[in-house]
């Protein structure tokens, strides 16, 4: 079975970081396209930022600028950095693989980041 654990949500003012990170087992970790979600309740899960096997990166046209995704082979850790962090940044945030081959997606179970004062 294939968990995902995202850590790093949180409640942080505007204009502050947060920093959230994936583990993903290793097996799953290369070849494969990565990526962060965010839902709002009430509506649809989109899309944040995304970074494929050869660490090409894409981003939402909102967060563009302000996050940055990366990924660490030696830990098998996806990661998103928020910076200049807006209120409608809140959301439940999710890490996302989606496998090359089959093309099933895992999901990690959401963490939550609020930005507000």
């Known amino acids: 079975q294939v968990q995902l654990v995202e850590s790093g949500g949180g409640l942080v003012q505007p204009g502050g970081s947060l920093r959230l990170s994936c583990e993903v087992p290793?097996?799953?970790?290369?070849?494969?396209?990565m990526a962060w979600y965010r839902q709002v309740e009430g509506k649809e899960r989109e899309l944040v930022a995304g970074?494929?096997?050869?660490?090409?990166?894409n981003y939402a046209d909102a967060v563009h600028g302000r996050f940055t995704i990366s990924k660490d082979y030696l830990k098998s850790t996806l990661s998103l950095q928020m910076n200049n962090l807006k209120p409608e940044d809140t959301a439940v945030y999710y890490c996302?693989?989606?496998?090359?081959?089959?093309?099933?997606?895992?999901w990690g179970q959401g963490t939550q980041v609020t930005v507000s004062s």
């Open positions: 996302n693989v989606l496998m090359a081959i089959s093309r099933w997606n895992y």
């Open positions: 290793g097996r799953i970790f290369k070849n494969n396209y």
């Open positions: 970074i494929t096997s050869t660490g090409d990166t």
